[in-house]
C-alpha cells in the first residue's frame, strides 16, 4: 500500500473532525437561541483571551519556538544513540524526537501560560 489511501484517509478524518465540531455548535447555537438564552456565552473566550495583553501570535511562535526546539534535540539525541549504544536505528530516533517533542509542548505551555498571567 502506498502513501496515497494514507493521506486521503488523513485528510477524511480531518474533514470529519471539522465538520462534526460546526455542525454540532451551529446546532447547539440554535437551539440556544430558540430558548431565549443570552448570546453573551459565545463571546466569553474571546472576552477572557483580550483581558491578557498578549497576542495570538506571540504565543503560537513561542509554542512553535519551543517546538522545534525540541524536534532539533530529539534528532540530535537519536543520532547519538545510534552511535554510542545498541539501539536500532529507527528506534533510537523515532523515541528521541518524539520525547523531545512532548517535552519541548509541555516546556511551551508552561512558558505561554506564564506569559499570559502576566
Same mark, same amino acid.
Not at 480531518?14 to 465538520?19: A, C, K, R, S, V
Not at 547519538?80 to 549504544?85: D, F, H, V
Given at each position: 500500500m502506498g502513501p496515497g489511501p494514507v493521506f486521503i484517509a488523513l485528510f477524511i478524518i480531518?474533514?470529519?473532525?471539522?465538520?462534526l465540531h460546526y455542525s454540532t455548535r451551529n446546532k447547539e447555537r440554535l437551539a440556544l437561541i430558540e430558548k431565549g438564552a443570552d448570546a453573551s456565552i459565545f463571546f466569553s473566550a474571546k472576552? &477572557?483571551?483580550k483581558k491578557s495583553d498578549v497576542p495570538l501570535w506571540k504565543v503560537l511562535i513561542?509554542?512553535? &519556538?519551543v517546538l522545534l526546539?525540541?524536534?532539533g534535540a530529539g534528532i540530535f539525541i537519536g543520532s547519538?544513540?545510534? &552511535?554510542?549504544?545498541l539501539i536500532e536505528d529507527g528506534v533510537a530516533y523515532a523515541g528521541?524526537?518524539?520525547l523531545m517533542a512532548g517535552i519541548g509542548l509541555f516546556v511551551g505551555f508552561t512558558l505561554?501560560?506564564?506569559l499570559v498571567e502576566k
Open positions: 480531518i474533514f470529519g473532525i471539522f465538520y472576552a &477572557a483571551q513561542l509554542n512553535l &519556538a526546539m525540541g524536534i547519538i544513540l545510534e &552511535a554510542y549504544t528521541s524526537i518524539f505561554s501560560k506564564k
